[in-house]
């Protein structure tokens, strides 16, 4: 049920957005708007308004639709007093504005979450390594444990999240990709990188694993940390003068020292602290006594930006989203990426179901990430959508000709066979999911 609630929760708000852009810009260039359809097939809701537009919530939410008056040969065409209403009487630039609509409003629904996101927190897992895999890309180029990725192809790292998508931009690749950590810089070689893999993992198969530092997300009440004065947000850089480098060197000390002395080094809100922790003894499941403090790690860190400093920020993220699902859509074209990652609703309902269930920041960040896709996509230049549309005006821009009616209706013939293809090879894809999982 999560994952249908999420789900149709997702699509009605990127559709109503994306149509929405249409219909605004269509009643400014003074364009008659038939229906605003969320949804296809059978209407289970509608009304309509004084200017006669018909507002409806049709049976099959994957989608949506924004009909005018003399659209196209299937739509309603004007009669004698209506013909200034026609979009085919619009001019040219202005059908390009209605087309173009769509994908500007889904982008700019990408940039508001994403600054919505910024400003009220977001999650990141800073970028330190814990173990580089052996006789992966990353060892083979030298990378060692414990080293902090500061930048990937010269581009600063703050997250994991950031690692991962500098990372999935290669993907396809051959050449090199260039790492910088506090201890050099390293040259990762890769050839045609996971160009024959469905749904990689780009940070395990370059060779990287993810180090927890040492800061306390948890303290028990009662516990040998909370006795030892230990507090939520310290960070632990040294164990009796030993260095601290992840959260597993803690666990192994506390464990193998119980009820043993141990002088920690904490820093804690810029101050350096020193505390005395006395590990309690505990019986482990094999049956063993381990020591135990009472602590959990932090998971990543909660980051917040100002009003202010959000908006390049949040200007500067999407672009770069854009660019990143440009650049997948267009290696997935010429083959440099599988085919196999294109996915239809049935993945995108699995996406939001789980990602509603780690909580709303990551189910928006995946509404963001979805309504540039439907953006883009509906930039391409294929009759039936946005960019069809905006083709077939600037065409009749540039020559100061009508575009005849037959044409575009080979056109949009041609669409929905291209569109219609894509999404039950999408849906085959999503099919081949299932059965392999």
């Known amino acids: 049920m999560t994952y249908l609630i999420a789900f149709v929760v997702a699509i009605l708000v990127l559709v109503f957005f994306h149509e929405l852009g249409h219909f605004l810009v269509a009643r400014w260039a003074g364009v008659r708007v038939l229906t605003f359809s969320i949804g296809f ?33 299937f739509s309603e065409q004007p009669q004698p007093d209506e013909v200034a209403e026609a979009f085919s009487n619009a001019k040219p630039s202005r059908k390009v504005a209605i087309a173009a609509a769509g994908p500007f409003a889904s982008f700019l629904l990408g940039l508001v979450i994403i600054y919505v996101v910024l400003i009220t ?12 895999i052996p006789g992966s890309p990353a060892m083979v180029a030298g990378i060692g444990n414990r080293e902090e990725i500061l930048a990937i192809d010269s581009r600063e790292m703050n997250s994991w999240q950031d690692v991962s998508l500098a990372l999935a931009e290669r993907l396809g ?40 530092r040492a800061h306390i997300g948890f303290v028990a009440d009662d516990s040998a940390a909370a006795q030892a004065g230990m507090r939520v947000g310290d960070y632990i850089s040294r164990i009796d ?47 063993t006594t381990i020591g135990q ?65 780690l909580g709303i920041t990551p189910y928006l960040m995946l509404l963001a990430l979805l309504t540039i896709a439907l953006g883009l996509i509906n930039l391409l230049p294929i009759p039936m959508l946005d960019g069809g549309h905006v083709l077939f005006g600037l065409v009749e821009w540039l020559t100061n000709k009508p575009i ?21 090879f999408a849906l085959y894809n999503d099919i081949a999911r299932l059965v392999a999982s």
Do not use: C
């Open 173 to 212: 690749d051959t050449g090199t990709i260039q790492v910088q950590t506090d201890r050099g810089e390293y040259n990762v070689r890769v050839n045609s990188w996971l160009s024959e893999e469905v749904d990689p993992d780009v940070v395990a198969e370059i060779g990287l694993e993810p180090q927890l």
């Open 121 to 132: 927190g977001t999650h990141e897992l800073e970028p330190y390594v814990g173990e580089v």
């Open 293 to 357: 403090a009472g602590i959990r790690p932090q998971v990543g860190r909660v980051v917040r930006y100002g009003p202010i400093a959000a908006v390049p920020l949040a200007f500067a993220k999407t672009v770069d989203y854009i660019a990143l699902t440009a650049e997948s859509i267009y290696k997935m074209i010429i083959g440099d990426v599988h085919a196999g990652n294109l996915g239809g609703p049935v993945r995108i309902a699995e996406f939001a179901g789980d990602l509603a269930e």
């Open 241 to 287: 003068n030993r260095s601290v480098e992840s959260w597993l060197d803690v666990v192994e000390v506390v464990r193998s020292n119980a009820e043993r002395q141990l002088l920690l080094t904490v820093e804690r809100e810029g101050e350096v602290v020193s505390l005395t922790l006395v590990p309690r003894t505990v019986v482990a499941d094999d049956g």
């Open 41 to 73: 097939g059978p209407k289970i809701w509608s009304f309509k308004d004084r200017r006669g537009t018909e507002y409806q919530l049709a049976a099959i939410p994957i989608g949506g639709y924004v009909r005018m008056l003399g659209e196209d040969e």
């Open 404 to 424: 005849p009616l037959k044409v575009q209706a080979i056109g949009m013939r041609i669409g929905l066979f291209v569109v219609g293809s894509i999404m039950i």
